[in-house]
């Protein structure tokens, strides 16, 4: 039994609104891990109180926890802080609802519970977060945790922060029965700028290359920290996402035994489709293909291509002590740091080497590139190793040539 405030809407409230104050009985019912059986006490001293509830769990036992007439409330009744850990458990594939599971990545699940964070810090602004329920939220609440996000975030973030928020409490209504409405049902999303897609030519490209031989390889950060980001296999890695246009992951983990060559003689890699087997409910594990171009293919001889390497030994020759994580990190931001020292104006990152793979790619197969690229998952999946996407591959084989 508690002391509840109507206007704070708050259990054992310190607020002075006392002729807004009531006894509050919440009874969990035996057998289920959160459902409860609430009523608001008409008594207004203690002693009286505790007999009305008593009198009320009495009664609910006779009716096996069926809702008393008139309706009561009813349903899961979470604070702010139980709901977002509720909302972490299911993301994590913990809760007890295992046909619900989600396959989801650390990162994304990470991403929703941080602007779950975001909104409770706004929540403490004007609440006592953690007495504060869930169901208590307002569209005040949400006006303020807006315009908060909107100082906060760029147009694309904050949208991304806005709809994590709505399929929180989708989920607390969805799957955990929770009776009210979603504040965040209805907002006015951000307009988001349209990007410039940025690519290398042939010359940016290899200036970035000679710059890995010839400029300082110390990177001050802003702590005053010297950082050395030259590794030896560096020009090798920036060539090789330049040849694939592939993914970081996927360029990193290429190993000798992906390549294949078909019937007419063209070479290719196909290696798992890392990002759409992630996302991939029905666990169908899909391919992509790497169309070694001629081009690449001089590239791949330079590696020892023709020396019978091992199977399992990776394309690209770096440390493999390292984790994956750390070859990807190191490659991100030592790109960035050699085309500032090589004087690219324009602001590209090591992305734009896939971007720039592409719109070669494009201007060889027009529509068809996408199949290859594997950008959308409408576009892939319908296809697993199939003969269409093959004779594509071997088409990018024969005629694209990046820089033309």
Same mark, same amino acid.
């Given at each position: 039994?508690?002391?509840?405030?109507?206007?704070?809407?708050? /259990?054992?409230?310190?607020?002075?609104?006392?002729?807004?104050?009531?006894?509050?009985?919440?009874?969990?019912?035996?057998?289920?891990? !959160?459902?409860?059986?609430?009523?608001?006490?008409?008594?207004?001293?203690?002693?009286?109180?505790?007999?009305?509830?008593?009198?009320?769990?009495?009664? $609910?036992?006779?009716?096996?926890?069926?809702?008393?007439?008139?309706?009561?409330?009813?349903?899961? /009744?979470?604070?702010?802080?139980?709901?977002?850990? !509720?909302?972490?458990?299911? $993301?994590?594939?913990?809760?007890?609802?295992?046909?619900?599971?989600?396959?989801?990545?650390?990162?994304?699940?990470?991403?929703?519970?941080?602007?779950?964070?975001?909104?409770?810090?706004?929540?403490?602004?004007?609440?006592?977060?953690?007495?504060?329920?869930?169901?208590?939220?307002?569209?005040?609440?949400?006006?303020?945790?807006?315009?908060?996000?909107?100082?906060?975030?760029?147009?694309?973030?904050?949208? !991304?922060?806005?709809?994590?928020? !709505?399929?929180?409490?989708?989920?607390?209504?969805?799957?955990?029965?929770?009776?009210?409405?979603?504040?965040?049902?209805?907002?006015?999303?951000?307009?988001?700028?349209?990007?410039?897609?940025?690519?290398?030519?042939?010359?940016?490209?290899?200036?970035? $290359?000679?710059?890995?031989?010839?400029?300082?390889?110390?990177?001050?950060?802003?702590?005053?920290?010297?950082?050395?980001?030259?590794?030896?296999? =560096?020009?090798?890695?920036?060539?090789?996402? =330049?040849?694939?246009?592939?993914?970081?992951?996927?360029?990193?983990?290429?190993?000798?035994?992906?390549?294949?060559?078909?019937?007419?003689?063209?070479? =290719?890699?196909?290696?798992?489709?890392?990002?759409?087997?992630?996302?991939?409910?029905?666990?169908?594990?899909?391919?992509?293909?790497?169309?070694?171009?001629?081009?690449?293919?001089?590239?791949?001889?330079?590696?020892?291509?023709?020396?019978?390497?091992?199977?399992?030994?990776?394309?690209?020759?770096?440390?493999?002590?390292?984790?994956?994580?750390?070859?990807?990190?190191?490659?991100?931001?030592?790109?960035?740091?050699?085309?500032?020292?090589?004087?690219?104006?324009?602001?590209?990152?090591?992305?734009?080497?896939?971007?720039?793979?592409?719109?070669?790619?494009?201007?060889?197969?027009?529509?068809?590139?996408?199949?290859?690229?594997?950008?959308?998952?409408?576009?892939?999946?319908?296809?697993?190793? /199939?003969?269409?996407?093959?004779? $594509?591959?071997?088409?990018?084989?024969?005629?694209?040539?990046?820089?033309?």
């Amino acid at each position: 039994m508690k002391v509840f405030c109507r206007r704070c809407r708050i /259990d054992n409230p310190n607020c002075d609104h006392t002729n807004r104050k009531v006894y509050r009985i919440r009874v969990h019912i035996p057998g289920s891990d !959160k459902s409860v059986r609430i009523k608001t006490l008409t008594a207004d001293n203690y002693e009286a109180a505790v007999a009305e509830a008593i009198a009320f769990k009495v009664e $609910l036992k006779q009716r096996n926890y069926e809702p008393l007439e008139p309706a009561k409330e009813t349903g899961n /009744d979470y604070s702010v802080i139980g709901a977002i850990l !509720k909302f972490n458990q299911y $993301l994590s594939g913990h809760s007890d609802y295992a046909h619900l599971k989600k396959d989801l990545t650390d990162a994304y699940r990470e991403e929703l519970i941080r602007y779950c964070r975001y909104f409770a810090d706004s929540l403490k602004e004007n609440h006592q977060i953690e007495r504060m329920r869930i169901v208590n939220v307002s569209k005040r609440d949400v006006a303020n945790f807006y315009l908060r996000m909107e100082k906060r975030f760029h147009p694309k973030s904050f949208n !991304k922060c806005l709809a994590g928020l !709505k399929y929180f409490f989708s989920f607390l209504i969805r799957v955990e029965e929770i009776e009210m409405k979603n504040p965040f049902e209805h907002y006015e999303p951000k307009a988001v700028p349209a990007t410039k897609i940025e690519t290398l030519t042939k010359e940016e490209f290899i200036s970035i $290359l000679e710059a890995v031989d010839s400029c300082d390889p110390f990177q001050v950060l802003g702590t005053g920290e010297k950082k050395n980001m030259y590794f030896p296999w =560096l020009k090798q890695a920036f060539k090789l996402f =330049l040849f694939t246009g592939g993914r970081r992951e996927e360029v990193i983990q290429l190993k000798w035994g992906d390549l294949l060559t078909t019937e007419s003689g063209t070479k =290719l890699f196909i290696t798992d489709n890392l990002k759409l087997n992630r996302n991939n409910r029905i666990k169908q594990q899909r391919k992509k293909v790497f169309p070694v171009t001629p081009d690449f293919e001089e590239f791949l001889i330079e590696l020892g291509m023709n020396e019978n390497p091992d199977p399992d030994s990776y394309v690209l020759p770096t440390d493999r002590s390292q984790n994956i994580q750390t070859i990807m990190d190191r490659t991100t931001k030592a790109f960035t740091h050699y085309a500032a020292s090589a004087g690219i104006k324009k602001k590209v990152t090591l992305k734009n080497l896939r971007k720039t793979y592409i719109t070669w790619m494009n201007r060889a197969m027009g529509l068809e590139t996408g199949k290859l690229t594997s950008q959308t998952v409408g576009v892939m999946k319908d296809y697993y190793l /199939d003969p269409k996407i093959v004779a $594509l591959a071997e088409k990018g084989a024969r005629e694209v040539k990046i820089f033309g």
